[in-house]
């Protein structure tokens, strides 16, 4: 059983089971990769491949270490979906500035045609995954999941956490005197 303030989250049924947050985030997972596939059905791409052509345009020039490490994938799967991509012609691998040994990854002009094609796609799908949602419950849908995760976007900064604890037990200590 999970406490929060007053109210008590049970887990204990199976019932209880599609109320979990392990259940509605796997479901979600899936509920982001069928909408993504809905909309881009016609351009034959992955939403891992999109991910990808995504960092790399928000940050040409990464190794592919790098690139797995800032979207948190192995460096197995880094490295067929590099291949994948570079087969396509929409990236390319060029000698590092940075190290010997080391191979910079950037998209080719194909892969820049190829993403300003599906930038509206992915606007239309971010739609779709929040249009249940009013624009502060988006909002702190995006926070959440950014907390829960642990990671700073542009609607959480996870070196936030740390002083948001100190002040919380800070807040509790002043409120419990009196």
């Known amino acids: 059983m999970l406490k929060r303030s007053r109210k008590t989250i049970k887990l204990d049924s199976?019932?209880?089971?599609?109320?979990?947050?392990?259940?509605?985030?796997?479901?979600?997972?899936?509920?982001?990769?069928?909408?993504f596939d809905n909309v881009t059905s016609d351009a034959g791409?992955?939403?891992?491949?999109?991910?990808?052509?995504?960092?790399?345009?928000?940050?040409?020039?990464?190794?592919?270490?790098?690139?797995?490490?800032l979207l948190n994938w192995d460096e197995a799967?880094?490295?067929g979906m590099i291949r994948r991509l570079e087969k396509n012609g929409y990236i390319e691998r060029r000698s590092s500035t940075r190290s010997s040994r080391g191979r910079q990854i950037y998209l080719t002009e194909e892969g820049h045609a190829f993403y300003k094609e599906l930038h509206p796609k992915?606007?239309?799908?971010?739609?779709?995954?929040?249009r249940n949602l009013t624009p502060e419950e988006a909002s702190m849908l995006l926070r959440l999941l950014s907390k829960l995760?642990?990671?700073?976007t542009p609607h959480y900064d996870a070196g936030q956490r740390e002083k948001d604890r100190k002040a919380s037990g800070k807040e509790m200590r002043s409120s419990s005197v009196g």
């Open 14 to 35: 199976i019932f209880d089971f599609y109320g979990s947050p392990g259940y509605l985030l796997r479901r979600s997972g899936q509920f982001v990769t069928s909408t």
């Open 122 to 130: 992915i606007l239309l799908t971010q739609h779709k995954l929040l």
């Open 77 to 79: 799967t880094m490295g």
């Open 45 to 69: 791409v992955t939403a891992g491949q999109m991910t990808v052509l995504l960092a790399i345009s928000l940050e040409p020039g990464l190794q592919q270490l790098e690139l797995a490490a």
């Open 149 to 152: 995760l642990d990671i700073t």
